[in-house]
């Protein structure tokens, strides 16, 4: 009887654990299919003309219309719009990442009193409302002579990136055994050596996370990049020319369609490329707290 009782319980807990492997995979499936979904859509568009688009919205291109890409590049300026985004983008991601690595490494291994609360305070600035800043930000962008130009933007955006992209350093530092650095100070290297040649190598999957975070936040942000390309066309970026794309008689949804496919693919390339260590460097995180 309870050898019977035992095979019960396993066999019972054998379909427990077989229903719950099949609704966890529908679940994915369902979950990856409502993600892909609009993005196989908005390809498809982006090969179609207006009359296609209308009669045909479901169906694949009767004709691939790779022209509406040139369109997009060319007559709809999303190739100067691009260029600016570039820009902008990467220098605030490049100075972003370097200066919070700095000073992730000088709050965890410097001895600097009072470190937590720094950091604490530092994570307070992320619940500043923008809203609450865009004004006076703008008056102050005017007095220093940036308005107009690319200035304008990647100043607030490195900025804004800083305290959170200091938090994940500083976790990533805390992990780094201390007796590396007294070793490489002990064999004559100094601060700047160590960090560089000793300590960044070691948090490779803490600067690909901090790129992907800054990357995305700063490459589709719209309310402030509005504000600031208001004095001028010249510097707008990708989601402000996204939102005047026009065509001779309206919307023109291939080419536009095609505008937003030219926004979407470098945040894929950008994940792709660095997925592996971003993947590891959240992995990491959450195991260290």
Excluded at 141 to 164: D, H, V
């Amino acid at each position: 009887m309870n050898i019977e009782k035992k095979q019960g319980k396993t066999v019972t807990a054998y379909s427990h654990s077989r229903s719950a492997k099949i609704v966890s995979r529908v679940l994915t499936v369902l979950t990856a299919v409502t993600v892909v979904y609009p993005l196989i859509f908005i390809a498809l568009v982006s090969f179609k003309n207006n009359q296609e688009f209308y009669s045909n919205i479901w169906g694949l291109p009767q004709i691939w219309r790779w022209s509406n890409y040139s369109y997009a590049w060319i007559s709809g300026k999303i190739g100067t719009y691009s260029i600016n985004s570039i820009v902008i983008t990467l220098s605030a991601v490049l100075g972003s990442v370097l200066i919070a690595a700095l000073g992730g490494y000088a709050l965890s291994k410097m001895c600097i009193p009072k470190a937590e609360l720094i950091l604490s305070i530092l994570m307070m600035f992320n619940f500043i409302p923008g809203v609450a800043i865009y004004i006076p930000l703008y008056t102050q962008m005017n007095s220093m002579k940036l308005s107009g130009t690319l200035w304008m933007m990647i100043l607030p955006y490195l900025a804004w990136q800083i305290p959170f992209s200091i938090y994940i350093f500083k976790k990533f530092f805390d992990s780094v055994p201390s007796e590396l650095i007294e070793a490489a100070r002990a064999d004559g290297c100094g601060e700047i050596g160590i960090f560089f040649k000793v300590i960044l190598p070691l948090v490779r999957p803490a600067i690909a996370t901090v790129m992907v975070f800054n990357f995305i936040n700063i490459w589709g942000e719209y309310m402030w990049a509005s504000i600031a390309t208001s004095s001028s066309a010249a510097i707008q970026t990708l989601p402000v020319g996204l939102l005047y794309f026009r065509g001779q008689y309206g919307i023109e949804w291939g080419p536009f369609a095609a505008a937003i496919m030219i926004i979407i693919i470098p945040l894929m390339l950008v994940f792709i490329y660095l997925q592996k260590y971003f993947i590891q460097g959240l992995t990491s995180g959450a195991v260290k707290g």
